[in-house]
């Protein structure tokens, strides 16, 4: 069956501006995560979402990024007024049930976003 | 907090060679321990996990990993290292918060293969 999908694969904008990044989650999972991978930082945990809640927003580095998922399927990061540190691949990842230890995590290709 | 470490930024080795990723963690609990490989412009790839029970895990592709908590250990092992195979390979330890098992990665270990 179809694996996570992500949109748009590349995504290049000015500083300042906002982005918006999509997620599609694997048919049928409910737990999904977003995850930056920067050369600086490497792989970092940015939130997760058990349908649409997100008990865990611990990774979001400032108030400039939010993120909402609706219909307990479909993920949107924001990213506010955009800085060149920002500039990174965004990783998104399901898995089916509710965030069991068991569970792996499936991830998609990644957004990579680039801030001039 | 949890950490992961994986001391090796590069390994070279060649094709029919074994092959083994050195990987330490930090976390105060059970910890559940992950590998995951990625190829250039690829999402990651679950090679292998252990949660509990036989402490030599087998994953995909032949590769394994044994977890020595004396050592807060997790290094993979490939007994004969295709081309194929050269990639980046992440370690990473889950920790459950929130009812969801948020992954902490190390900083990943590019492997270089040579024919």
């Known amino acids: 069956g179809a694996g996570v999908s992500q949109s748009p694969s590349n995504k290049v904008t000015e500083k300042g501006k906002d982005v918006e990044l999509r997620c599609d989650p694997i048919?049928?999972?409910?737990?999904l995560y977003w995850y930056r991978q920067s050369l600086g930082q490497g792989l970092e945990f940015l939130i997760y979402f058990q349908g649409n809640s997100a008990p865990d927003k611990s990774g979001l580095p400032s108030d400039r990024f939010s993120a909402e998922r609706t219909g307990g399927s479909v993920s949107t990061l924001t990213i506010q007024r955009t800085q060149q540190e920002d500039s990174a691949v965004y990783l998104c990842a399901s898995t089916l049930r509710r965030g069991r230890d068991t569970d792996t995590q499936y991830f998609g290709p990644g957004t990579r976003l680039t801030v001039l | 907090a949890q950490s992961v470490t994986q001391p090796d930024i590069h390994i070279t080795v060649s094709e029919g060679a074994s092959l083994e990723l050195r990987c330490n963690y930090s976390?105060?609990?059970?910890?559940?321990l992950f590998w995951y490989v990625q190829s250039p412009g690829q999402g990651l790839q679950l090679l292998l996990k252990?949660?509990?029970?036989?402490?030599l895990v087998q994953g995909i592709k032949g590769f394994e990993a044994e977890f020595k908590r004396s050592q807060s250990s997790f290094n993979l092992r490939k007994p004969s290292v295709h081309w194929s195979d050269a990639a980046e390979y992440f370690c990473a330890v889950g920790t459950a918060q929130g009812g969801g098992n948020k992954l902490t990665f190390g900083t990943g270990t590019q492997l270089k293969v040579e024919l």
């Open positions: 252990y949660f509990s029970g036989d402490t």
């Open positions: 048919s049928g999972h409910t737990a």
């Open positions: 976390y105060g609990a059970t910890p559940y």
